[in-house]
């Protein structure tokens, strides 16, 4: 959607190279990625990446399924106790549970 172009847009203008897309469907994630010389994946496949992301950024308004609570969500995205994740929502009604919002983990 027209947020992930902003924020894919934003992120080539300040130079960052390892941006990772991945959306329902993957075509259209695919097309995003190629745009703006990212890499696409399958959204099943998220957990995989984000224990090396530094950012991980939801635009969706249809929610990604992990609203639940922040332990679950941080098992579901596999997010490491031993890094710092910064997670941005965009989302209305909101992707990541409002837990999260400043949660540090030891």
Not at 68 to 78: P, Q, S, T
Request: one cysteine or more; hydrophobic letters at 40%; charged letters at 20%.
């Amino acid at each position: 959607g027209e947020v992930a172009r902003r924020v894919l847009g934003a992120l080539r203008h300040e130079g960052i190279q390892n941006v990772l897309v991945a959306g329902y469907p993957f075509r259209t994630a695919f097309e995003l990625a190629t745009q703006f010389g990212a890499r696409a994946i399958q959204m099943r496949s998220v957990a995989q990446y984000t224990p090396h992301c530094d950012v991980v950024v939801a635009t969706t308004c249809g929610g990604i399924g992990v609203t639940n609570n922040g332990v679950a969500i941080r098992k579901e995205l596999n997010l490491s106790d031993n890094r710092t994740t910064v997670l941005l929502d965009f989302g209305v009604p909101r992707n990541f549970d409002e837990s999260l919002r400043y949660r540090k983990y030891t």
